[in-house]
């Protein structure tokens, strides 16, 4: 109480630093938890494709196994305790009807909707809470969630026994709706999870039945489509691994590439490249830069703490000089300066625990999870309030009461001490670097992170995203019949410009159809796969992309010719694109077979962590699912709310949604604008918490140096000398501090720009910005000291007593 501003800058840094830490461990608690709370966890494995790509000598991994694997499995390896085979679909709509079958409510997933077998329910543990697991073996059955049942039925307890009707979206199932009964409630699923599972329907329905349980194609596969096994105790996943790639031999075509292994489920969530079913992975290197974030935010805590201590050296003096004269010894004070420490840091925890649970408010709505902060519910929270608080005690006080207690009580009384000798002083310089070494990493990072998001969202794509909503829809007999209706309809509003049927939109992340195919007649498929589209004859002008050789698609209903780009030419070894004009490309063991149209300019079909990829392009109207309509930006809610009406009367019963394309591509960097927003919070705590230690050391050196500045105006040093004096110091610390930042920074951020396939160059004056902000701020906080020791009165400070 009797240095009020010294504790409250010693507990607001403090307070800040465990706050960020704690948040941060929350995180990757929450991160390094999922799917941990499977009992048979560690025997649990997934079936992985792994991708050859002779050109490039590349090895690439997809969760996305062939049809026939599950099956194949079960038969090939009778040693596997459980085989489950399982299908994720996505833009699926839920129909609730009356005892009469009239459709009374409709509903939209866009995810959780899953069909498998009651196998699934042997190898992960969801509770139920009604029904059985083993009703999944009559394919018309489904389980649901107790909040899904709350929501369709009003009341979960009632929901066994009623019927739900399921247009699934995609565009690979038979079209047709599927009568499903309730056979089951599942408790409320974890957060943690990477099955976020809201309806889980019987394997084998008309979806999947006639596709993938009963499929002999081992080339067919889709990215939802995946495998999990449950392996004996004590098996060898190497020697497994071996015995499965024997079999893959033996089953797939001669001329393919492709083999499989099997990955652990600890593994799934932190796989980036083959991602998992919640489309949320985090990898080990980012975890890993979080840790480093957490303990240096801390250390730059302890270390604000140890300078703002010894700065107090000299007006606790004689109170330690009156303590030694009275009896007390060097471990007595020792002892009085930890538990001073103690509750200091004590108080701090206490402050930062309420920072962290508002600040964990924030930190769920940006990143999209669900963390919480109960100790109750969490011991582990607890155990790290606790070690922290001794950790930070003894990090934070030791060298402080190892430097009061060697006071000598002469000197002290007689206001004698040498407090700024060399080995002190440099202790405190080299702290203060430390810590802006820290800040400017963190500053330059986030500018070069801040740099690449707007690259990606400056760069141009090569076709019009801009006023295009995307609609999705199912197509069955009846809504194809009224297509040509519908688009007639939709032109006819002032606003709307163009308006094509396709499967997918020019650009997709994860969500295309890869295909592998014989060109000009060959015998061999190319070892290459190509993103195949289906689109009628107004994709290229509603997306404006452009051709250039040949002509574009003729209208029709079937697939009767082919649009390529660029890159197919490449891979195929052609030099010209007119050299692929009437070729033949036949693929799905020829059931397709068309010649080549037109050759599209190259556009980025995939997020800029891609290459560009082979494409094809060909009609089919029973591949479209979703409607691509341009728009003028004139009366643009007007516009919105016509075609709305136009499409619930075309397609009633059916849930309206759009999506803006511009939206879905910048949904693209989800993650990356996530960690952008993380970074600019901690480079911005790590600045406030640098700038408190070198406050401190201000305020340290403005003691010293009281009886030099009174010297110094006496002999006509002006208020700007003073300032210059002190500031020069400061200029030189920082200075080196970015010297050394500079290549550490260099370094990870060009490690993390790997990771794309375009990228920015990182230029010199990124890391000459990071300096400056980092000087600025940091002149700005010493000027108060600075100025307050240059306009001084030297009388008194010159003054003894």
């Known amino acids: 109480m009797r240095n009020r501003n010294y504790t409250v800058i010693n507990m607001a840094g403090l307070a800040v630093g465990i706050a960020v830490c704690m948040t941060i461990f929350i995180i990757i608690q929450f991160q390094t938890s999922f799917d941990n709370f499977h009992v048979k966890k560690d025997r649990i494995y997934r079936v992985l494709t792994e991708h050859h790509q002779e050109e490039t000598a590349t090895v690439s991994y997809g969760k996305d196994v062939p049809f026939p694997i599950p099956a194949g499995l079960k038969t090939a390896f009778p040693q596997l305790e459980q085989v489950a085979p399982i299908f994720a679909s996505h833009n699926d709509q839920l129909l609730i009807t009356d005892d009469n079958g009239t459709t009374t409510r409709t509903f939209k997933e866009d995810h959780g909707v899953f069909f498998t077998e009651p196998s699934f329910f042997s190898l992960f543990d969801f509770p139920l809470l009604a029904g059985s697991y083993e009703s999944l073996k009559d394919p018309n059955n489904v389980l649901v969630t107790k909040e899904i049942a709350e929501k369709y039925f009003g009341d979960w307890k009632t929901a066994m026994g009623k019927t739900i009707r399921l247009e699934a979206g995609g565009y690979i199932f038979e079209h047709g709706t599927e009568t499903l009964k309730v056979s089951g409630v599942l408790a409320t699923v974890p957060p943690n999870t990477d099955f976020q599972l809201k309806l889980v329907v019987g394997y084998g329905t008309g979806f999947t039945g006639s596709l993938m349980a009963t499929s002999t194609d081992w080339e067919g596969t889709t990215s939802g489509f995946g495998c999990y096994v449950l392996l004996p105790p004590n098996s060898s996943v190497d020697k497994f691994n071996q015995q499965l790639n024997a079999y893959a031999e033996q089953v797939k075509s001669p001329d393919k590439n492709d083999s499989h292994l099997i990955q652990p489920l600890s593994a799934v969530h932190y796989d980036t490249q083959a991602g998992n079913y919640s489309n949320k992975t985090i990898s080990q290197d980012r975890l890993n830069v979080l840790w480093l974030i957490a303990a240096f935010i801390l250390l730059i805590a302890c270390v604000n703490f140890i300078n703002l201590s010894t700065a107090q050296a000299v007006n606790r003096a004689k109170e330690i000089g009156v303590r030694k004269v009275l009896g007390s010894n060097k471990f007595q004070l020792q002892i009085q300066f930890v538990m001073e420490t103690f509750l200091i840091v004590a108080s701090s925890v206490i402050l930062a625990a309420i920072m962290t649970l508002f600040a964990l408010r924030s930190v769920n709505q940006l990143l999209e999870i669900s963390l919480s902060f109960n100790i109750l519910n969490n011991p582990a929270i607890g155990l790290f309030l606790l070690t922290v608080t001794l950790v930070v005690t003894v990090l934070a006080g030791f060298y402080p009461s190892i430097v009061l207690s060697r006071f000598n009580p002469i000197n002290a009384l007689k206001s004698k001490l040498n407090v700024s000798a060399a080995k002190g002083i440099s202790l405190r310089r080299g702290l203060v670097v430390f810590q802006f070494i820290i800040a400017q990493v963190l500053i330059i990072g986030t500018l070069i992170i801040v740099k690449q998001m707007d690259y990606f969202m400056s760069q141009p794509l090569g076709f019009d995203k801009e006023a295009i909503i995307n609609v999705p829809f199912r197509t069955d007999s009846l809504r194809l019949s009224r297509l040509d209706y519908l688009k007639e309809q939709l032109l006819s509003v002032n606003g709307v410009q163009a308006v094509s049927f396709s ?223 002190f500031s020069k110091e400061f200029i030189i610390l920082i200075a080196i501090a970015f010297v050394i930042a500079t290549p550490i920074a260099w370094y990870y951020m060009h490690q993390w720009l790997q990771d794309y396939a375009y990228r920015i160059h990182v230029s010199g004056w990124l890391f000459v910005a990071g300096g400056l902000v980092a000087l600025l701020i940091a002149l700005a906080t010493i000027s108060f000291q600075t100025i307050k020791a240059a306009i001084a009165n030297p009388v008194k400070s010159l003054r003894t007593e």
């Open 503 to 725: 499967s997918n939109t020019p650009a997709e992340d994860g969500g295309d159809m890869w295909s592998t195919f014989r060109f000009n007649r060959a015998i061999k498929e190319t070892d290459f796969k190509a993103i195949t589209k289906f689109a009628d004859n107004e994709y290229l002008p509603a997306y404006q992309l452009q051709l250039i050789a040949g002509r574009n698609l003729q209208p029709s209903n079937m697939t009767r010719e082919f649009l390529v780009n660029e890159s197919l030419v490449k891979s195929l070894g052609l030099k010209n694109p007119e050299d692929i004009l009437n070729k033949e490309i036949s693929m799905w063991d020829d059931r397709i077979k068309c010649k080549v149209v037109g050759v599209l300019k190259d556009f980025k079909d995939r997020s800029f962590r891609h290459e560009l990829a082979p494409l094809l392009i060909t009609t089919n109207v029973t591949m479209y699912n979703q409607a691509g309509i341009k728009l003028t930006t004139a009366n643009l809610a007007s516009t919105l709310r016509s075609v709305k009406e136009i499409w619930e009367g075309t397609f009633p019963n059916f849930v309206y949604e759009y999506r803006f394309l511009d939206e879905k591509i910048a949904a693209f960097y989800k993650q990356e604008n996530q960690l952008a927003q993380l970074y600019k919070i901690f480079a911005g705590i790590s600045i406030f918490l640098s700038c408190l230690g070198l406050y401190g050391l201000a305020s340290f050196m403005a003691v010293q140096k009281i009886k030099e500045v009174g010297i110094r105006k006496v002999l006509g040093a002006t208020a700007g000398n003073i300032v210059y004096l």
